[in-house]
């Protein structure tokens, strides 16, 4: 053979050889089963093994198991080793934690086959990106919304009991990323909005953080800029959207921009001053595959966007989130931590399209009773730390849990111990539902403290305002609202967690 053939043969190979391996390319479940089922775990799985060996841009990790003992899955997403370039952003995005939200997952999955065409590679020139399609896999086979053990994932990210959210942010903990997205579903049936004759109807809702807490320079980025953002990104594919907004339906019940509480997925890792979001979709009716195409692409669409947003806007995240978590970790003096919040108008009306329940039409509603801010109803002044009893385990479970920084009490200089009496306990209204508000009494600590009986935890941590809203005793959003934590709260006794401060 001459050289002139063998080398025509050569670069006919070469021009080949992307195809052959592109038409090798496993097929997505959802597109095999022509999106009239959801997929299985066990396709979900064979799925990404196969995916595994596709592109050298994706790793696929196992970061835990469900209660049932179902792998959870990392899709890691880098043109290098993950984490190790600084000058990257570090974006988590995890679906799937209602069992019964399906879409959240099949986005995912279609997403990851997107990235890794070679034409969104460079995507990962700046960002290194993990993507969690299904946090819930026992919710998601009985397309039940809890776990295998009956709990609420997205309600368990204070307490961290269940082996799901403790697997997430242990996850979190390694990689501490600037930016995370918790994907749902909403569902627009409820009976009272059948009876008002208007339901939403957004292909997708996207909400930032609320807590007070969350800095202030993050929520202002997020909701002057990311949300607009993401809404026209997602309007310009031809998927409605709209700003997350529960509640309602309006003159019946008030619409806010969801909870300010930290147990949830965006919140929980929002107060750690990350640049972080939910995103619901809206889900089917009666029927899981119900126009699945079209949720799923919404789905995929809204993550792609905040892929395309982050990329462009990669340093000023970057060192927003960074000089906020520094404030968190190196805090002033008399700082302050709100634990008792209310939801607040501010004499806007909100314009919001609802789908009419009679013509079938799309009709703008004006909301008058819209709050929109989060106000602080009570402040404590942020201590040096928490002096936990080393009999109290539970506590101490769970600072470990939380991979909190936290040691032997050992005295240093001239510092004020405080200790808390509660005199009552009665209740306050948290989002139309009671918990409980105690009553409190702050003096000073006379006893005596041994070093041997008492773990001193520090609130000049990344996770200070976290510490601060689940150990104070009038915290609505505190360890003392949960039954497993009820213990702590007895009326007429001393609060037997201590606070640290100097004199």
Same mark, same amino acid.
Request: charged fraction near 25%.
């Given at each position: 053979?001459?050289?002139?053939?063998?080398?025509?043969?050569?670069?006919?190979?070469?021009?080949?050889?992307?195809?052959?391996?592109?038409?090798?390319?496993?097929?997505?479940?959802?597109?095999?089963?022509?999106?009239?089922?959801?997929?299985?775990?066990?396709?979900?799985?064979?799925?990404?093994?196969?995916?595994?060996?596709?592109?050298?841009?994706?790793?696929?990790?196992?970061?835990?198991?469900?209660?049932?003992?179902?792998?959870?899955?990392? =899709?890691?997403?880098?043109?290098?080793?993950?984490?190790?370039?600084?000058?990257?952003?570090?974006?988590?995005?995890?679906?799937?934690?209602?069992?019964?939200?399906?879409?959240?997952?099949?986005?995912?999955?279609?997403?990851?086959?997107?990235?890794?065409?070679?034409?969104?590679?460079?995507?990962?020139?700046?960002?290194?990106?993990?993507?969690?399609?299904?946090?819930?896999?026992?919710?998601?086979?009985?397309?039940?919304?809890?776990?295998?053990?009956?709990?609420?994932?997205?309600?368990?990210?204070?307490?961290?009991?269940?082996?799901?959210?403790?697997?997430?942010?242990?996850?979190?903990?390694?990689?501490?990323?600037?930016?995370?997205?918790?994907?749902?579903?909403?569902?627009?049936?409820?009976?009272?909005?059948?009876?008002?004759?208007?339901?939403?109807?957004?292909?997708?809702?996207?909400?930032?953080?609320?807590?007070?807490?969350?800095?202030?320079?993050?929520?202002?980025?997020?909701?002057?800029?990311?949300?607009?953002?993401?809404?026209?990104?997602?309007?310009?594919?031809?998927?409605?959207?709209?700003?997350?907004?529960?509640?309602?339906?309006?003159?019946?019940?008030?619409?806010?921009?969801?909870?300010?509480?930290?147990?949830?997925?965006?919140?929980?890792?929002?107060?750690?001053?990350?640049?972080?979001?939910?995103?619901?979709?809206?889900?089917?009716?009666?029927?899981?595959?119900?126009?699945?195409?079209?949720?799923?692409?919404?789905?995929?669409?809204?993550?792609?966007?905040?892929?395309?947003?982050?990329?462009?806007?990669?340093?000023?995240?970057?060192?927003?989130?960074?000089?906020?978590?520094?404030?968190?970790?190196? $805090?002033?003096?008399?700082?302050?931590?709100?634990?008792?919040?209310?939801?607040?108008?501010?004499?806007?009306?909100?314009?919001?399209?609802?789908?009419?329940?009679?013509?079938?039409?799309?009709?703008?509603?004006?909301?008058?009773?819209?709050?929109?801010?989060?106000?602080? =109803?009570?402040?404590?002044? /942020?201590?040096?730390?928490?002096?936990? $009893?080393?009999?109290?385990?539970?506590?101490?479970?769970?600072?470990?849990?939380?991979?909190?920084?936290?040691?032997?009490?050992?005295?240093?200089?001239?510092?004020?111990?405080?200790?808390?009496?509660?005199?009552?306990?009665?209740?306050?209204?948290?989002?139309?539902?009671?918990?409980?508000?105690?009553?409190?009494?702050?003096?000073?600590?006379?006893?005596?403290?041994?070093?041997?009986?008492?773990?001193?935890?520090?609130?000049?941590?990344? /996770?200070?305002?976290?510490?601060?809203?689940?150990?104070?005793?009038?915290?609505?959003?505190?360890?003392?609202?949960?039954?497993?934590?009820?213990?702590?709260? /007895?009326?007429?006794?001393?609060?037997?967690?201590?606070?640290?401060?100097?004199?």
């Amino acid at each position: 053979m001459s050289l002139i053939m063998k080398t025509a043969i050569s670069f006919l190979v070469f021009l080949i050889f992307p195809f052959f391996l592109f038409a090798q390319a496993p097929t997505l479940p959802l597109i095999k089963n022509n999106f009239t089922r959801v997929t299985s775990y066990e396709e979900l799985t064979s799925y990404l093994h196969l995916l595994d060996k596709k592109s050298g841009l994706l790793k696929i990790e196992i970061i835990g198991q469900s209660v049932k003992g179902k792998n959870l899955y990392a =899709l890691m997403f880098s043109s290098s080793q993950f984490g190790v370039d600084k000058s990257k952003i570090k974006v988590l995005v995890f679906a799937q934690q209602h069992g019964n939200e399906q879409s959240g997952k099949e986005g995912a999955l279609l997403l990851a086959e997107e990235l890794l065409k070679p034409v969104n590679s460079y995507l990962f020139n700046k960002i290194d990106f993990i993507l969690i399609p299904q946090m819930n896999p026992d919710g998601s086979e009985a397309n039940e919304r809890r776990n295998a053990n009956g709990a609420d994932l997205n309600r368990n990210h204070l307490i961290l009991t269940e082996p799901e959210t403790i697997a997430l942010h242990k996850l979190f903990d390694k990689y501490l990323f600037d930016v995370t997205v918790d994907v749902h579903e909403y569902s627009p049936y409820g009976e009272e909005w059948i009876k008002y004759g208007y339901r939403k109807n957004f292909d997708e809702t996207e909400g930032a953080t609320t807590n007070p807490n969350v800095s202030e320079e993050i929520r202002e980025l997020s909701n002057e800029n990311y949300i607009p953002f993401l809404l026209r990104y997602l309007n310009d594919r031809n998927f409605s959207s709209f700003i997350y907004c529960p509640g309602g339906p309006p003159e019946l019940a008030y619409i806010r921009h969801s909870t300010f509480d930290i147990n949830d997925g965006r919140q929980s890792f929002g107060i750690q001053n990350t640049f972080s979001f939910i995103q619901e979709g809206m889900n089917g009716k009666d029927d899981l595959a119900e126009n699945l195409k079209h949720r799923a692409e919404g789905q995929m669409t809204g993550i792609r966007g905040m892929l395309e947003y982050v990329f462009f806007h990669k340093d000023n995240i970057k060192n927003l989130v960074a000089g906020e978590r520094e404030k968190l970790i190196n $805090p002033g003096p008399d700082q302050e931590v709100s634990v008792q919040s209310e939801h607040v108008g501010n004499g806007k009306k909100l314009k919001i399209p609802l789908l009419s329940g009679y013509s079938g039409r799309d009709s703008v509603i004006t909301v008058n009773d819209y709050r929109p801010l989060v106000k602080s =109803l009570f402040n404590v002044t /942020k201590p040096l730390g928490y002096l936990v $009893p080393k009999q109290l385990t539970d506590i101490v479970d769970w600072a470990n849990r939380h991979s909190l920084k936290f040691s032997q009490y050992q005295k240093t200089g001239e510092q004020k111990i405080e200790q808390y009496l509660v005199t009552a306990i009665d209740s306050i209204d948290f989002e139309d539902d009671m918990t409980v508000n105690p009553s409190v009494i702050s003096r000073e600590y006379k006893g005596t403290i041994s070093a041997n009986d008492y773990y001193f935890i520090p609130a000049a941590q990344l /996770k200070g305002n976290l510490i601060v809203l689940a150990l104070e005793p009038k915290s609505e959003l505190g360890l003392v609202t949960y039954k497993l934590f009820s213990h702590l709260l /007895k009326a007429g006794e001393a609060y037997p967690i201590l606070r640290l401060l100097n004199k």
